[in-house]
């Protein structure tokens, strides 16, 4: 963690540090998320700069008091009351649903923290990746919400990530007692191109999705580094022809500029 916190850029921006911007110790995920006795257990601090830092302040909030649900505080749980709102489910039954917090950008931003400490690298905002996020999602239909169909995706990243712990060939994160695990992999896929393959659990949060709104599944996703594999990354030589979804899929000619 002390290597970690001396990482010489910004995981944000991905400048170095001057005495006109020095650095600030930013928790990844924010400190809001973690008990007072988990955020003193080996917490994962990255240096950034102060105003790179401070412009994710509300997103932050927000994605703590949501974790903070699982391990209990009354006073956070109230704070989130704002962005939930009561629904009907496709069975009829009032559930509770979440609005107004982009997940897969805030977890996305953290997932750029971690390869920023895993491998020493930059990894730039990029549109080659994914989010897979730990809770079901729903979209309005006839009155009602309708949960959102579940990625293949899923299965298939979950089997990776299991199969690569079997043979050894995981990155591991473990942080704040253990109640932040991040596991990747690396991995040619079918079309030649090197890609990460990730997994997150925050506290079992993937626990706080309703069972009534499709099967529970864990935080997964993929990126693609623009600089290739990392010289201390962990790779699986298993090809595999993973789907991966289309970055822009009203663009006839992405394939062809990748
Ligand atoms: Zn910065």
């Known amino acids: 963690m002390r290597r970690v916190y001396a990482t010489p850029f910004c995981y944000h921006c991905g400048r170095g540090f001057l005495d006109s911007t020095p650095r600030t110790r930013d928790h990844v995920p924010s400190r809001a998320a973690f008990s007072a006795v988990d955020l003193t257990e080996c917490p994962l601090i990255l240096p950034a700069h102060e105003s790179c830092n401070n412009s994710n302040t509300s997103t932050d909030k927000r994605m703590g008091q949501l974790v903070s649900l699982r391990h209990g505080s009354r006073r956070r749980r109230r704070k989130l009351e704002s962005h939930l709102r009561a629904a009907a489910g496709p069975d009829g039954k009032v559930l509770c649903a979440m609005v107004g917090v982009d997940l897969k ?4 931003r953290w997932i750029r923290a971690f390869h920023a400490a895993l491998y020493g690298e930059f990894l730039p905002d990029t549109p080659h990746c994914s989010v897979l996020p730990p809770l079901p999602a729903a979209h309005p239909a ?8 579940i990625l293949p995706q899923y299965e298939l990243f979950a089997e990776l990530i299991k199969q690569s712990r079997n043979v050894g060939r995981l990155d591991s994160i473990r942080a704040f007692g253990s109640r932040l695990r991040y596991d990747c992999v690396w991995i040619t896929a079918g079309d030649g191109r090197l890609v990460c393959v990730f ?3 925050l506290y079992g949060w993937s626990g706080l999705g309703s069972p009534n709104w499709g099967r529970q599944r864990c935080c997964m996703g993929h ?7 990392p010289t201390n990354a962990s790779h699986n ?3 595999i022809a993973l789907p991966l979804p289309a970055c822009s899929p009203l663009d006839a000619f ?4 990748s």
């Open 199 to 201: 997994a997150l659990d």
């Open 142 to 149: 006839g009155g009602r919400m309708v949960p959102t169909p």
């Open 223 to 229: 990126y693609l580094a623009p600089q290739g594999l």
């Open 105 to 108: 950008k805030a977890i996305w």
């Open 254 to 257: 992405e394939e062809a500029d």
């Open 237 to 239: 030589p298993a090809k």
